[in-house]
C-alpha cells in the first residue's frame, strides 16, 4: 500500500505537464498553488480509497465497519438456516460466522 507522500509523487508524475480548468469554453493553466491544491486532493482520495478497500478486502479497524459487516455478514435465509442447524444439532454454526465477520471487520 503506498503512502500519501508516494500518492503525491505518483499523481504529480502523471501530470507533469501541469493542469488545466475549462473557463468559459477556454483551458487555462493552474496556478502553481491550484495545482498542488489539486495534487494534494486527488492524493488524499486515492489514499483513503486505498485504505478503505484493504481494510474491506483484509479486514481491521474502520468507521465504515457496519457497511462493511452488512455485506459480510451470510444472508437472512442463511442465518435462519443455520440457526435452526444449529438447535437441532447442537452446534454454533451461526454464532461462528457472526463472530467471524465481527472479528475481521472490527469497530474503531
Given at each position: 500500500m503506498?503512502?500519501?507522500?508516494?500518492?503525491?509523487?505518483?499523481?504529480k508524475?502523471?501530470?507533469?505537464?501541469?493542469?488545466?480548468r475549462m473557463?468559459?469554453g477556454?483551458?487555462?493553466?493552474l496556478?502553481?498553488?491550484?495545482?498542488n491544491?489539486t495534487?494534494d486532493?486527488?492524493?488524499k482520495?486515492?489514499?483513503?480509497k486505498e485504505?478503505a478497500?484493504n481494510?474491506?478486502?483484509n479486514?481491521g479497524k474502520s468507521?465504515n465497519?457496519?457497511?462493511?459487516?452488512r455485506d459480510?455478514?451470510?444472508s437472512?435465509?442463511?442465518?435462519?438456516?443455520m440457526q435452526?442447524?444449529?438447535?437441532?444439532?447442537?452446534?454454533?454454526?451461526?454464532a461462528d460466522?457472526i463472530?467471524?465477520?465481527?472479528?475481521?471487520?472490527q469497530?474503531p
Amino acid at each position: 500500500m503506498a503512502t500519501l507522500e508516494q500518492w503525491k509523487k505518483q499523481i504529480k508524475a502523471d501530470n507533469s505537464t501541469g493542469l488545466t480548468r475549462m473557463v468559459n469554453g477556454v483551458s487555462i493553466p493552474l496556478t502553481t498553488a491550484e495545482y498542488n491544491k489539486t495534487i494534494d486532493e486527488w492524493a488524499k482520495a486515492s489514499f483513503d480509497k486505498e485504505v478503505a478497500n484493504n481494510i474491506r478486502d483484509n479486514g481491521g479497524k474502520s468507521a465504515n465497519y457496519a457497511d462493511y459487516r452488512r455485506d459480510a455478514y451470510p444472508s437472512i435465509g442463511d442465518q435462519l438456516d443455520m440457526q435452526y442447524h444449529d438447535s437441532v444439532n447442537g452446534t454454533t454454526t451461526w454464532a461462528d460466522a457472526i463472530a467471524a465477520v465481527k472479528a475481521k471487520y472490527q469497530k474503531p
